[in-house]
């Protein structure tokens, strides 16, 4: 089945204390992104990466980092989390040509 | 730069009832225009897109045509069943190396008995 995994599902953490949120995919798609989303923001994208070893920042990049070592893993990582970074994340994959994105279930973060 | 507007939700309809949720874009170029659907808990779906002009998608009843004219990608549901009840996305993405989605606000949709 074609899926994008996210874990964990839900996380609270307090502030400082670095996180990883893991993302993979089984498409073997080139095109992966993270995004944020937040009341009456809608989805905002964070970082995202064309392949491996290749990213880039989207909208909203500060206070988080990401890596491609593998094509279908897409970690993201908040090395000194703050509240404002409490929120709901999505990755995504797709192929090069975006016919069609596919979404993570999502992780709901808390800092507190 | 380019963004998509829809309309205010919470969008609150009895069964049977039609659905038009409004979006519009703004866009340098010539985007792919896509709705995305997002049921309680879970993430986004592919609804449904529209790749060029006047080209119509649809699925499981739900319509929208690319309107170049008026920059605008319409969702419409001719009876929407309780089982419709979600948040709804429009968003605009380029063909191309960096491609990316860029999202409206997304409207919710309550379907009532």
């Known amino acids: 089945e074609a899926q994008v995994t996210q874990n964990p599902r839900y996380l609270i953490t307090v502030t400082g204390k670095k996180l990883t949120v893991t993302c993979s995919q089984n498409?073997?798609?080139?095109?992966m992104s993270w995004y944020r989303q937040d009341p009456g923001l809608g989805l905002r994208q964070i970082y995202y990466?064309?392949?491996?070893?290749?990213?880039d920042k989207g909208d909203v990049p500060e206070g988080y980092k990401v890596s491609r070592k593998e094509k279908r893993n897409f970690p993201l990582i908040l090395e000194s989390p703050s509240p404002n970074q409490t929120s709901l994340y999505f990755c995504?994959?797709?192929?090069?040509?975006?016919?069609?994105?596919?979404f993570g279930q999502g992780t709901r973060l808390t800092v507190v | 730069g380019d963004s998509v507007t829809q309309m205010e939700g919470p969008v609150t309809l009895s069964e049977e009832a039609f659905l038009t949720i409004n979006c519009t874009y703004t866009?340098?170029?010539?985007?792919?225009l896509f709705w995305y659907v997002q049921y309680p808990g879970e993430g986004l779906q592919l609804l449904l897109k529209?790749?060029?002009?006047?080209d119509k998608g649809s699925n499981k009843g739900f319509e929208a045509t690319y309107r170049k004219e008026t920059t605008s990608f319409h969702l419409e549901k001719g009876s929407v069943q309780v089982s419709d009840s979600a948040v709804y996305f429009c968003?605009?993405?380029?063909?191309?190396?960096?491609?990316?989605?860029?999202f409206g606000t997304g409207t919710r949709l309550q379907v009532t008995l």
């Open positions: 995504a994959s797709s192929s090069r040509v975006p016919t069609e994105a596919f």
């Open positions: 498409m073997n798609h080139e095109y």
């Open positions: 990466s064309m392949n491996v070893e290749v990213t």
């Open positions: 866009a340098t170029g010539y985007p792919s």
């Open positions: 529209a790749t060029k002009a006047d």
């Open positions: 968003a605009l993405s380029y063909t191309g190396t960096a491609s990316k989605l860029t």
